[in-house]
Nanobody, 121 residues
Framework: QVQLVESGGGLVQAGGSLRLSCAASGRTFSRYAMGWFRQVPGKEREFVAAISLSGGVTKYADSVKGRFTISRDNAQNTVLLQMNSLKPEDTAVYYC??????????????WGQGTQVTVSS
């Protein structure tokens, strides 16, 4: 199992940047593909970005492509989401998630508690 804790959310103006961090517990972090998701009240949770076990392959939702960058540090059991050129529609609770082995945009087994990102216009 793996436990996930997100940090780095906050309030930022449109056009600004934030970096989210997800710290994972356990000694098997490198066995998990990692993802970021977000959810707005009243809507389904949506995929944002994912990264493979080694970090060599990434995948992004079309809505964030070119603005967000996902990365990981297996030595530090950490995954990051660098968010640039933020828009008000990026406002949501952002969740870190993990699934064994295969990078995907769904089917994640472990979730963090979420961190709020608010982008003002």
């Amino acid at each position: 199992q793996v436990q996930l804790v997100e940090s780095g959310g906050g309030l930022v103006q449109a056009g600004g940047s934030l970096r989210l961090s997800c710290a994972a517990s356990g000694r098997t972090f490198s066995r998990y593909a990692m993802g970021w998701f977000r959810q707005v009240p009243g809507k389904e949770r949506e995929f944002v970005a994912a990264i493979s076990l080694s970090g060599g392959v990434t995948k992004y939702a079309d809505s964030v492509k070119g603005r967000f960058t996902i990365s990981r540090d297996n030595a530090q059991n950490t995954v990051l989401l660098q968010m640039n050129s933020l828009k008000p529609e990026d406002t949501a609770v952002y969740y870190c998630a993990a699934r064994l082995r295969v990078l995907a945009d769904s089917g994640y087994d472990y979730w963090g508690q979420g961190t709020q990102v608010t982008v003002s216009s």
